[in-house]
């Protein structure tokens, strides 16, 4: 069983805080992802800063979605 988003805000560095249904938050780290296929459009501020909830997870303008699994799992507790 995974955890769904509820919560997203875009902070510095292409990084993501993310806030879980169980209220653990988590930053997550983008830029590992952004030199393959089309996370490589994240790049752009604008889009990156597009992010958004979609339905269990988070998503972008331009359709680009991450499983919630990974989020939960690579991201890092919020100190």
């Known amino acids: 069983m995974y955890l769904s988003v509820n919560k997203v805000k875009?902070?510095?560095?292409?990084?993501?805080e993310l806030t879980?249904?169980?209220?653990?938050?988590?930053?997550?780290d983008v830029k590992?992802?952004?030199?393959?296929?089309?996370?490589k459009t994240l790049k752009?501020?604008?889009?990156f800063k597009s992010v958004r909830i979609s339905f269990d997870t988070i998503?972008?303008?331009?359709?680009?979605?991450?499983?919630?699994?990974?989020l939960y799992e690579r991201?890092?507790?919020k100190i």
Do not use: Q, R, S
Request: aromatic letters at 14%.
């Open 10 to 16: 875009v902070l510095k560095n292409f990084e993501l």
């Open 20 to 28: 879980f249904e169980n209220k653990e938050v988590k930053i997550f």
């Open 32 to 39: 590992p992802y952004m030199d393959t296929g089309l996370f």
């Open 44 to 47: 752009d501020e604008k889009i």
């Open 59 to 70: 998503g972008w303008a331009n359709g680009i979605d991450l499983d919630p699994e990974v």
């Open 75 to 77: 991201g890092k507790i």
